[in-house]
């Protein structure tokens, strides 16, 4: 373990710092025809539930 | 077109940055057609400046745009909340409904209830699609005050509408349970303390006396049923006791709860509104602490209104609770029935008369109430058109809840709700967990069953 350990100190100082690569971006929108009916007083999620 | 409008379509559209406290991600928004997309920090600069995913959205914001008009201004109703009854048993604080008729008022005879329903399944009949029925809450003050009217109307327009029932639990014996669940009534119930001393603080009766064990009574002989929840109201006695809250829901197998603010329409709720920032500590504690519970067990406690406020982000037009949207859905998408005839936008407004759009019976019934000035000052409560909202980056995942309560309490229709910083901390948590890939472990299985899949940008 020691020795990887010290393989990969010799292999980082070798080469040098790059930047992490940048996350993927994110941006999802789904659509249905709108149904909802609920509000604070009173709430049924699942739409299945209610048929 | 305006001036402005005209340079904006010159211009196309622009995005917005969102710090949402994430260590990687920072978000963007088109808040005028409810679009975001997710960035990396380092490469926030460039998408705001114009690239892929500004060509990308481009291409669709037309569509978007459409989809949020339609979602804000073009419903018709769809669901109906029914106060059988004036009265209730218990005298909670935060009660929007005047305690007069609370402890004094009338129940709706059973044949005006039935005549009701008839001129309500006739009016649903002309604006849904074929094959669409039409939800009809029973809703307080408490329902089951006026139980065998209530019963009776169940029985009779079973074929027309999909019932629900919201009640405090305690008049829910066996045989009501076993009414209600043989057909498939949704049910709703309240509780404000993981144990009585807490719930005592908000919830009790008229005498004063405890009713916490009979609610918990009621949740134990519901476990196992298709259709139930629970609400908490969140209010400066409970907030430290949220996460017991959710245990004790989880405990029991409610399939949804929701841990709502107190809403402010009458002064006595003030009373216990807690500050916005002590809400959003608590809320989201509790809201860890069902993820916590659904990695250790495979079962979601669903907290509703959390969920809401994800599905407006994910799938706009998904929502099921439509007060986070502006106008809000009252006199739009739902309206409600009082015990004396009169149609109001919500429930929440049943104490103020000024609301009142006229009587069911009379002639004109729910079509002149939506045409009605007093409906219209509701429907027409637009975020675009008042500050601050109209420069919020997450004014159509918010909606400015409530409008009752922006009136009633901070003094006009053109005015924020109670928790305007709540609501922002909700939509950059929600965001964080979008960013994090956690999202679907918020929400109910299957939730986008019915969705389709109309933007999704991957840019690495």
Redesign the interface.
Known sequence: MQQAKHKQHQQTAATAPTAPAPMPTIAVRKSCNPDGIGLSHYVLMDKKAAK | MTAAALSRADIGPAFIPVDIGHD??AAVTDPSTA??????K??IQE?LAGGS?LD??RKKVGD?AR?LH??RFE?K???V?LNPTERCNLNCTYCYLPGEQRSNGSHMPHETLNASLGKLRDYFRSVMPEG??P?A?F??AEPLMNKEAVFSAIDAFGDDF?F?L?TNGTLLDDAALEFLTSRNV?I?LSLDGPFAGVTDATRKTWGGKSVHDKVLAAMEKLKGY??W?V?TTCTTENLPYLTQMVELFHAHEVP?C?L?TV?CTLPGARGVKPADGDMAKAFFAAMDRTHELYRETGRKL?V??F??ILIGI??????????DISPC??GR??FALAADGGLYP???FIGLPRFNGGNLLAEGGVEAALASAAFQTVTTRDVDTFSPCGDCAIRHFCGS??PAEAHEMNGGMEKTGAFCEFYKEQVNYAMRL??DGKANDYL?D???E???????????
């Open positions: 990687v991600y679009f975001w997309a997710l960035v990396d380092t490469r998408e995913l990308a959205y978007f989809e339609a979602l419903l109703p769809s669901g909340y669409r029925k939800r809450i809703h307080g999909v629900g919201q949704s709703g298709g259709s929840s609400i949804t929701m709502n809403r669903m509703a209104n969920a809401n994910l799938a706009p037009t998904a929502r099921r609770l439509m007060c859905g009252g998408a739902f919500c429930s929440e809840p409530c979008i960013a109910w299957g939730w986008d019915d969705t389709e899949t109309i933007f999704n940008h991957v840019l690495n």
